[in-house]
């Protein structure tokens, strides 16, 4: 069983900074790729970043040059670094994962249970 967690949301002004954490847990033999999506009241989910177990990283242009993705791999846990945000970044935002499991040969996909963010003055 495999467990994702985010915290850091909350509400911030325009311009101002949010750092995200998702950190994974159970029976977990490796991590292939962790990512953020969100998703607006009415739109879609959307990809914001991902890294993978190489630490290439890829970003939504809507985000770049603002956003950073980083690992922490040791402690199987994703950050996302949200600075000079706007209006436009409220979403739910939603951590993401690859992971093989121990005792298995497969890879399975997981998905945390969200962290709201807000950007409003």
């Known amino acids: 069983q495999v467990q994702l967690v985010e915290s850091g949301g909350g509400l911030v002004q325009p311009g101002g900074s949010l750092r995200l954490s998702c950190a994974a847990s159970g029976s977990i033999a490796s991590i292939t790729y962790m990512g953020w999506y969100r998703q607006a009241p009415g739109k879609q989910r959307e990809l914001v970043a991902s890294?993978?177990?190489?630490?290439?990283?890829n970003y939504a242009d809507s985000v770049k040059g603002r956003f950073t993705i980083s690992r922490a791999s040791a402690k199987n846990t994703v950050y996302l670094q949200m600075n000079s945000l706007k209006p436009d970044d409220t979403a739910v935002y939603y951590c993401n994962a690859i992971i093989k499991t121990y005792g298995s040969t497969n890879l399975g996909g997981y998905w945390g249970q969200g962290t709201q963010v807000t950007v409003s003055s």
């Open positions: 890294i993978t177990s190489g630490s290439s990283t």
